[in-house]
């Protein structure tokens, strides 16, 4: 969860879980939370009260309007990406070295060769880069030849 829900749930008197809340401070002290804050446990977690609502207030986040904006504030994977990239292994790869395809809202861009008539997508790079094994290894090593091994990337 994130800073400015819980700050709504403590507004509304909901229970939070108050050392994931102490988490999400912008403080150096963790106990600094205590001159805002006024808690009591009770079942499934805290009730905070708010004893200085100007500090609680201040505590509020902006809400990024676009991936710049909340890169500065550490969440930029709040947006999708108006770009992605695969990498793609084939037989025509030489020495291991992938072709890039470039996607965007508007289609696709590569400066390879693809084989185009299947693809294999593998999430782990590791498994990737080792395609022929990893091929193998689960029974279709058929398919080095005659498909596109894929990993990507962004959206």
Not at 42 to 66: F, S, W
Not at 84 to 89: C, D, E, F, T
Not at 107 to 119: D, I, N, S, T
Request: hydrophobic share 40%; with cysteine; charged share 20%.
């Amino acid at each position: 969860m994130r800073l400015n829900q819980y700050l709504q749930k403590i507004e509304q008197g909901k229970v939070i879980n108050l050392e994931c809340f102490i988490t999400c401070l912008p403080f150096l002290d963790p106990q600094q939370w205590r001159d805002i804050y006024q808690a009591e446990r009770v079942r499934g977690g805290y009730l905070l009260d708010i004893i200085d609502v100007e500090k609680h207030q201040a505590l509020y986040k902006t809400i990024a309007q676009d991936r710049v904006e909340a890169a500065y504030q550490g969440s930029s994977h709040d947006f999708t990406t108006s770009f992605s990239h695969i990498l793609v292994l084939n037989q025509y790869c030489v020495s291991q070295i992938p072709v890039v395809v470039l996607s965007t809202n508007s289609g696709f861009k590569c400066a390879g060769k693809l084989l185009g008539k299947q693809a294999v997508i593998i999430e782990n790079q590791e498994n990737f880069y080792r395609y022929q094994d990893f091929l193998a290894a689960i029974g279709v090593s058929n398919y080095a030849d005659d498909c596109d091994i894929l990993l990507g990337a962004g959206n």
